[in-house]
Structures are given as C-alpha cells and as structure tokens.
DNA sequence: TAGATTGTTAATCGATTAACAATC
DNA sequence: TAGATTGTTAATCGATTAACAATC
C-alpha cells in the first residue's frame, strides 16, 4: 500500500542509498541547508549526474537553480531505506562481535534498537551487554512472538549458522543478518543481508598485491 | 615484476574473486576433486557462463570435457588474491570489534596473521587477548619498522578514525581496512577498503520493506 | 530577467549471457 | 571415437555519463 513510487527500481542505485544518507547525515550534522549535485559529487566521489540520476528514481527531491535541500532529501532517503519504520534487532550469538554489535551506539541514531541477545553458551546466558540479558536460544520464539521482532543479527560459528537460520526463520523473523562466512539460500520468505569479512580482507590483500 | 597477465581485469570480475575462493575451499573439505563450470553455477546461484568468463581473464585453469580440478583452481585464485603472501595484520583499537577480529581463527586459515594489538585507552594497554598484549599506539611507529606489517585493521570511533589512518600511514602502512563509518580518500599510497556495517543494516531495512 | 541547477533523454560504456567451435 | 565441457566470440542487457531543455 505505500512506497507505490518505489518500482522498477536498479539494483545499482539501490546500493548506493545508504552511502547517500550516510553523507547527507554528516551535512547535517554540519549545518548545511543545501547543496547541488556537483558539490555533493566532489564529496563523494561520483559524478553529478549519476547523483542526480539516482535520486530521480525516486521523485523529483531537487530544485532547479538551488540544488537540494539536505534535510528534506536526507529524511526522504531515510523513508524509501525504512529507517523510519524503527526496526527491532535481535543479536543471536553473543561473542565478541555480538558483544560489538550490541555496543554499537550507531545503529540506534539509524532507527534501529537491540532488543534482545541470545546464546546457546550456558556460561554466557544471564550476563549483561550493554543493559541487556543474555537469554537462552530457547527462550526465542516466545520473544518474538511478545516482541515483535523485525530482524535477527547471526554473529555464529559458520558451523551454526545455517542451522540457526532456519530457527529463526521458522520463529517468524523476516531479515537476517548473517556474519557467518556462508551464503544463506532455500530460507523462504526470509531476506538476507551478508557481512562476509574475510572477502573483504581478500579483496584488500588483492588491492594491495595490484596497487600502481 | 609479477601478475603480469594480471592486467585489465574488470573489477566486477575481482569483487567475485573471494567468494569463488570461499566455494571452493568448501569444496575442498568435502574432498571433492573437480567440478564443472555447471555445477558450480548452481552452488553459487550464478550462471555457469559467467564462471567461465571470469577465470578465463586470468589463463585457462581448466580443461575441455573434464572442467576444473578444485585444489588447482583454488590455489590458483589464491594466489591471485595473494593470498600466499602470508600478510601480516594489526588491529587498532582494542574494542569489542577489535577483540571479535584478534579471536577470529577465520583469518589465519586465509594467510592472514594478526601480529599486533593496539589501543590509545591506558586502561586496555597491557590487556591480553588472543595471546597478544595490547600495546600503547605510541609504539607503533616502531613496531611496524621490526615486524614490517601490511595491513592495518581500523576499529575505532568515526571520530578518530581519519587521524588514525593518517598516523598508520606515516609510519608506512599500505593497506587500511577499515570499520569506521566514513570514506577514507587523499592518504596516498595506501589502499582502504572499507566494512560499512550501518550500510549493510540499511540495505537490509530496504530489503525488508521490499519483499515481494 | 539572468544565472544556476535540476530532471531527463540520448549516447556511451561496461558487464552479463548466449552460443558454439575448439579440444580434452 | 563420442561425449562433455571449456574457452571465446558475438549479442544482449544494464548502468553510467554526457548533454541540454525545462524551470526555479
């Protein structure tokens, strides 16, 4: 019933939003009122007129001889992304990066809240991150179902992780965010973002082998 | 004087690297010996001609009727990625993050070997973790001239991350991974790449609000 | 009105897929 | 040899950039 404009829309310039935001964040942040194309291109890194490309996809957010608005574009960037739906977190595996995650002050400002952590480690549930228990893993689909929860960060062993996948996923969740250095496919109705670190770290061990 | 028929590869071709490396790794622990472009396509979800074209940019590591003999193309790509250098690696910036990566044994297995921990605070200085104590950001300068370190892995605050990659640069550093939320452009000489964590959550925001 | 800058079309460029000849 | 599957060219598709008319 809403985002009725939101069709047909690159997955290329999809990408690009959340770093769109990020930018007109710290322009905020900055007190800045307006800024063209060109200067927000000169920011970033990009051309204008894939900038202005972009966003048209979207709906007309500028203005001829002005340029654009930053605070109207950052909170219309902000409703297509759905930070302004306040989306609920669960952390399930509460490691190190668990334990960071739940700590990140970040997320929050971005409209997300942690609201629960969960951990199959005996030694761990009953500890305290952040103000926050950690509760057994079987303590899971009874939260969700009181809570209401949108999306389930998975910070596991790979070995867990797509066995926990299909748990969550059975308990209702409708977004995963897998660290696990697995591909979570065949999960139904279940959308799934992955952080695989150790790509990224070959992708630099590549850069650096091939820098000019 | 090497990679030197590693020349005008397109970097999608490179972004998609690591991840054939990470099936075929998995392919190896199953003991399986050979596989077909075919076969791996749907591993993967992607399609058998784009497997064929993208290791085809590097030399032909396979063979008609036959296809490719795992162990050989995954060395292969590792070396590609460089992966046989045997990189070394500090963590700056001993938090949760910073802790997560100095346990994560992930690494190691890909050639990567944490060398060196690194804090400002006093209060962390001295800590262990991993069998490595943490040491004052002031000896870095120092440490990097002994132990010759390559990579760089910045978990700090937004707000100092910029000056931290300035500091490790100076000191010779020619590779930054980096978890700030922020671009680190104009340090000449080095390569960044970036683990843009609230990106990854918007995107799955905007994923979760446009399921089919 | 004149100047600035968007919105948008058209042109270019790059990346993916299809097809098949080469060859193991 | 026959069958399988790569390597590689050509065709298609998608994404980026350039250009400029519309308009604030």
């Known amino acids: 019933m809403e985002n009725t404009e939101t069709k047909d829309i690159s997955p290329a310039v999809i990408r690009r939003l959340p770093r ?17 194309s060109t200067e927000l291109s000169e920011n ?4 204008a007129s894939q900038i202005r490309q972009d966003l048209n996809q979207f709906g007309g957010f500028g203005q ?3 340029g654009y608005n930053v605070e109207y574009l950052h909170d219309e960037i902000a409703k297509i992304l759905g930070l ?3 989306h609920t977190l669960i952390v399930v595996g509460t490691g190190r ?3 960071a ?3 990140y002050s970040h997320f929050s400002k971005l409209g997300f809240k942690i609201v629960g952590l969960f951990d199959v480690n005996e ?3 009953g500890q305290t991150v952040n103000r926050l228990t950690v509760r057994h893993i079987d303590e899971l689909p009874a939260f969700i179902e009181s809570h209401g929860v949108d999306i389930a960060a998975l910070t596991l062993p790979l070995s867990e992780a797509e066995k926990m996948a299909r748990i969550v996923a059975d308990c209702g969740i409708k977004a995963i965010w897998n660290f696990a250095p697995v ?3 065949s999960i139904e109705g279940v959308t799934v973002e992955n952080v695989h670190l150790s790509e990224s770290l070959m992708q630099l061990s590549y850069n650096l082998l091939n820098m000019k």
């Not at 935001?21 to 800045?32: E, K, V």
């Not at 970033?44 to 051309?47: A, E, F, K, N, P």
Request: glycine share 10%; proline share 0%; no cysteine.
């Open 20 to 36: 769109y935001y990020r930018y007109l964040d710290a322009l905020l942040s900055d007190g800045i009122e307006r800024i063209s």
């Open 44 to 47: 970033m890194h990009v051309t």
């Open 64 to 66: 001829q001889g002005y």
């Open 84 to 86: 302004d739906k306040g």
């Open 97 to 99: 990066l668990g334990q």
């Open 101 to 103: 995650l739940a700590n």
């Open 123 to 125: 030694k761990v549930v």
């Open 183 to 185: 591909d979570l496919y």
